[in-house]
């Protein structure tokens, strides 16, 4: 049957799009990459760099959507063409979302390397590389449209809320024996809600690649490790 | 959304034990041209089954095997079992002139007869042998009334039918079918002459007709297949490739072929 494959304007649509999301992608995971190294890092410069950049971000989203809502209305595709379409809608907000995540930690970054630095026995690096992680792995699944990956990526959601909910009990402690520091503290923990929620969104985009590729929806169910 | 039912349970909920078509290996030759292969399908009683495919798959060929419309063209040979409400139509001793009154069909060119609009509805009637004068004024009301024309042309029912515009001319062939109280209606292409409006007016019409009879439709707009049908087909060279749920035909199909085709890859 290859012979009788058409590439039709409906494709070269699809194809724009896919290009569209796939460089967007590459900006959210700069922006949220410059974040963290700003709050790690303690760098002012790089914090306000990001937040400046989340306007260009927004634009590309307004843009992919505009893209996603003509090809709906005009072609009104079927099958695997409207699953395509429909998960990028979704991806896109779910990357917006992941900028907007990026800025907050930007800014609580700016606030904290105003004052001296928490020091806490908390694996804050690894929470960032895990939250970090899930977002490129999620983009992986997109780009080479890998189940296996987004499966994967539902897994290692519940280690990030996990690493969220052990931040919370030290930073309350810390809190109680330092009241002087409850500010700091209030920011850091906000930061490590950010990266919790990060790592729902790349959950987010993950579910919808499966359901791009399966046309399953796996939402609101547990991951089946029998897969 | 796509519903979890599986097909046989989906059918299960739309039949009401009438109007059930069952069909197992149906094969059909035209000479020494196989046109359909070994085709198996049951079709939901009170339900809208569309059947899709590229010109030549064999649709059309086994939408008329259901009222044994090709019995007319010569060096057709016909294998397997087709079952209405249990009854096998293929069987020889069948009356094909009662079973056409139970499976109606309707084209794709409106074609009234050249006689009034009344006189068109009343035909198949008179031909079972209804004289009764007011009888025959009660079905074609009723008739036109379900065809979703009676109110466009009751003040003027003498007038010839040739007068109506396409659209109108189609209900009317369609209230024409109703007349002789079928079970099923088969539908090859009825919109494919008709302007987008009188289209949606016969789509409609399908919608309430779903609650009294079976309605098969073979269609090249794809699109209309997804809105009308709650079940579709998909043939090729002959053979039924898919069978499911419309919903499951077009968001999420199983066979890959089934998939370009919707997706107008593969033409």
Known sequence: ?227 | MVTETAPEEAMDAANGNSGLISISGLSLYYGSFQALRGIGIDMAGRAITALIGPSGCGKSTFLRCLNRMNDLIPGVRVEGRITLDGVDILDPAIDVVELRKRVGMVFQQPNPFPKSIFDNVAYGPRIHGVTNRAELEDIVEESLVRAALWTEVKDDLRKSAMTLSGGQQQRLCIARVLAVKPEVVLMDEPCSALDPISTLRIEELMQTLKNDYTIVIVTHNMQQAARVSDFTGFFLTGELIEFDQSTVIFTRPKDKRTEDYVTGRFG
């Open chain 1, 1 to 227: 049957m290859r012979e009788g494959i058409v590439t039709t304007h409906l494709q070269r649509e699809i194809e724009n799009l896919k290009k569209k999301i796939l460089s967007m992608s590459a900006e959210v995971e700069e922006s949220l990459r410059n974040a963290v190294d700003s709050l790690v890092k303690r760098d002012a410069d790089l914090a306000q760099a990001v937040i400046d950049g989340d306007t260009r971000l927004d634009h590309t989203e307004v843009e992919i959507e505009e893209d996603c809502l003509k090809i709906l209305a005009l072609h009104q595709p079927v099958a695997i063409d409207l699953r395509y379409v429909v998960a990028i809608l979704k991806i896109n907000g779910d990357l917006e979302r992941i900028g907007d995540e990026a800025v907050n930690i930007a800014e609580r970054a700016a606030y904290l390397t105003t004052h001296p630095p928490i020091d806490l026995p908390l694996d804050f690096k690894g929470m960032v590389t895990a939250a970090q992680s899930m977002v490129s792995r999620s983009i992986d699944a997109l780009v080479n449209l890998d189940t296996a990956i987004a499966r994967q990526v539902r897994v290692s959601d519940d280690e990030v809320d996990d690493m969220n909910q052990h931040m919370y009990t030290l930073l309350q402690d810390y809190m109680m024996a330092n009241p002087d520091r409850v500010a700091e503290s209030v920011h850091l923990l906000s930061t490590s809600r950010h990266l919790e929620r990060i790592a729902d969104q790349a959950t987010n985009i993950a579910e919808d690649v499966i359901y791009m590729v399966e046309g399953e929806i796996v939402r609101h169910q547990p991951e089946d490790f029998s897969k």
